[in-house]
């Protein structure tokens, strides 16, 4: 019983950094990368994620240069609903801008917030919550193998609002106030503790400037702590057009505490990208399972019988000859009663 309390919430995290459930035992977090999970932190949790960074861009054919740093935060809230979050993201930047066409260079101070979005997230649709996985508990290559529902992803929805400071550097001229902002955010969870996110959104619109974007990450969970992922990022407007990738990874300090870093870049000089970031995640969890707490919410306490089955499955997802694996393998109870 010792081992399963112990080291169940880092099996979890290591079978999926964003995980099957709203609510899970551990810190479910949209670092390091840039794109939204589809599912929620999980109803009465607070999580907060915050980021400083660095920044160098040139561009060569119109010969300016900038260096600075800035912070990406976020605050969210699991509302009313396990499927329903409401969240405020924003990404603020101080740089210097030197401009180099002329015999003598000239430098600016820039300073502002590059976006800043109030929204709400909601999940239409889980092909977890009912699917009832066969596991074998003397099986390691029946537990990984593909299964073609996993193919099946989460979809998730989001609406938001952008607020734009009247004459920011880092806008198109002409964007200020409120504008809104739409996107739909899928996730597969497969097995081996990879995971793919798309997120596909319209932003500013209704401004002569409106942007598409589109992100791909793919993470994987090298250990019970360690996550490594890789992303893409695709943006396009008349203002500005760029294709960035990162590359980073995460660290579980506990089930509440998670650390960051990444890298980001692009291959073009119109402006060339460089960027370097350090993240952390923290919540504050007050969630309770009604099921739990009053046995009345029958939903409740069969959502909970059905992560459980889940997190029973991730326990037997490890390598052969593990032997730690194999010690909180023993210790897990099947019995779907606490």
């Known amino acids: 019983m010792f081992l399963r309390k112990q080291y169940l919430p880092l099996l979890v995290f290591a079978a999926c950094i964003s995980a099957n459930a709203q609510y899970t035992e551990v810190i479910n977090s949209n670092r390091p990368g840039v794109s939204r999970s589809a599912f929620s932190v999980g109803t009465n949790v607070v999580q907060f994620e915050a980021g400083p960074f660095t920044v160098k861009e040139e561009h060569t054919p119109l010969k300016y240069e900038v260096k600075g740093f800035g912070v990406d935060f976020a605050a969210r809230y699991g509302l009313l609903f396990p499927q329903l979050e409401i969240n405020i993201e924003g990404t603020y930047q101080n740089d210097t801008k030197t401009d180099f066409r002329s015999a003598i260079s000239s430098e600016f101070g820039r300073a ?5 979005t109030l929204g709400a997230k909601y999940l239409i649709y889980d092909p977890y919550k009912n699917r009832e996985d066969k596991v074998s508990i003397y099986s390691y290559h029946e537990n990984k193998k593909f299964r ?5 992803p989460a979809v998730a929805v989001y609406g938001g609002a952008n607020y734009d400071l009247e004459n920011n550097p880092y806008t198109a001229p002409g964007v200020e106030g409120f504008s809104p902002k739409v996107m739909i955010a899928t996730q597969n969870n497969f097995s081996s503790g990879w995971v793919f996110i798309m997120n596909f959104s319209k932003d500013r619109i209704g401004t002569d400037y409106s942007d598409f974007q589109y992100i791909l990450t793919l993470t994987k969970a090298i250990s019970q702590q360690w996550v490594l992922f890789g992303e893409t990022q ?10 960035l990738f990162r590359f980073g990874g995460a660290y579980l300090w506990n089930e509440n505490f998670q650390l960051d870093t990444a890298l980001t870049f692009n291959t073009k000089d119109t402006p060339s990208v460089f960027g ?11 969630h309770k399972d009604p099921g739990i707490d009053n046995g009345t919410s029958v939903e409740a306490e069969a959502e909970r019988k059905a992560n459980k ?17 194999r010690k909180k393998t023993n210790s897990i109870d099947f019995d779907d009663e606490d």
């Open 112 to 116: 502002n917030f590059k976006n800043l």
């Open 276 to 286: 370097v970031n350090l993240g952390v995640s923290y919540r504050l969890d007050f």
């Open 148 to 152: 073609w529902s996993d193919l099946i």
């Open 309 to 325: 089955k889940r997190k029973q499955t991730n326990d037997l997802d490890l390598p052969e000859g593990d032997t730690n694996r």
């Open 234 to 243: 695709g943006i396009q407007s008349d203002f500005y057009a760029d294709n």
